[in-house]
T-cell receptor
Framework: AQKVTQAQTEISVVEKEDVTLDCVYE???????LFWYKQPPSGELVFLIR??????QNEISGRYSWNFQKSTSSFNFTITASQVVDSAVYFC?????????????FGTGTLLAVQP | KAGVTQTPRYLIKTRGQQVTLSCSPI?????VSWYQQTPGQGLQFLFE???????NKGNFPGRFSGRQFSNSRSEMNVSTLELGDSALYLC??????????????FGEGSRLTVL
């Protein structure tokens, strides 16, 4: 069965600290996609990244970086030099079997609080 | 470009009633998906529509239904409301094409409270 686990329910850091959000997934598919979404207090989920199962290259976008490791079924997200505006709930998600679908299985989310 | 618009933003209903929620996708997006978000169950996929056809469906009872119009606007309906239907209902639109699958643009949601 498809499953996404975000074991960290809440994380609190002080501004400028680095923080890593963990995501572990389960799937029997060989072709799948992984995602991260951000949900700020306003409630609107914002797409951050999509990674396919054949691309294990790490990705960096500004202060954000993602580490995908198939060997451990993990897709972790690191924010460098965190800022108060990073405070939000972050969701990791996995595509439904088949890959090319908008049906995503979301983890339970990690609430990140960045204190000034 | 205007984002995804959902109406109404907030509504209160009583058990047994029915409700219709509306979603206008980003211009040019032909796929509309609906998700339910609750504190207990998290984010759960309801259904997806593409070119007026339901393309995918989640594990929800038949009381939950939806449709899509020729202009890509979508509505979802919940009949015979139960207390457990209280949730934030999120609509998301996306571009068509395999290369964009899963890249969803969400609206702010419709918060339904069932009393």
């Amino acid at each position: 069965a498809q499953k996404v686990t975000q074991a960290q329910t809440e994380i609190s850091v002080v501004e400028k600290e680095d923080v890593t959000l963990d995501c572990v997934y389960e799937t029997r598919d060989t072709t799948y996609y992984l995602f991260w979404y951000k949900q700020p207090p306003s409630g609107e989920l914002v797409f951050l990244i999509r990674r396919n199962s054949f691309d294990e290259q790490n990705e960096i976008s500004g202060r954000y970086s993602w580490n995908f490791q198939k060997s451990t079924s993990s897709f972790n997200f690191t924010i460098t030099a965190s800022q108060v505006v990073d405070s939000a709930v972050y969701f990791c998600a996995l595509s439904d079997p088949g890959g090319a679908t908008n049906k995503l299985i979301f983890g339970t989310g990690t609430l990140l609080a960045v204190q000034p | 470009k205007a984002g995804v618009t959902q109406t109404p933003r907030y509504l209160i209903k009583t058990r047994g009633q029915q409700v219709t929620l509306s979603c206008s996708p980003i211009s040019g997006h032909r796929s509309v998906s609906w998700y339910q978000q609750t504190p207990g169950q998290g984010l759960q996929f309801l259904f997806e529509y593409f070119s007026e056809t339901q393309r995918n469906k989640g594990n929800f009872p038949g009381r939950f239904s939806g449709r899509q119009f020729s202009n890509s606007r979508s509505e979802m309906n919940v009949s015979t409301l139960e207390l457990g239907d209280s949730a934030l209902y999120l609509c998301a639109s996306s571009e068509s094409g395999q290369g964009k699958a899963g890249e969803l643009f969400f609206g702010e949601g419709s918060r339904l409270t069932v009393l």
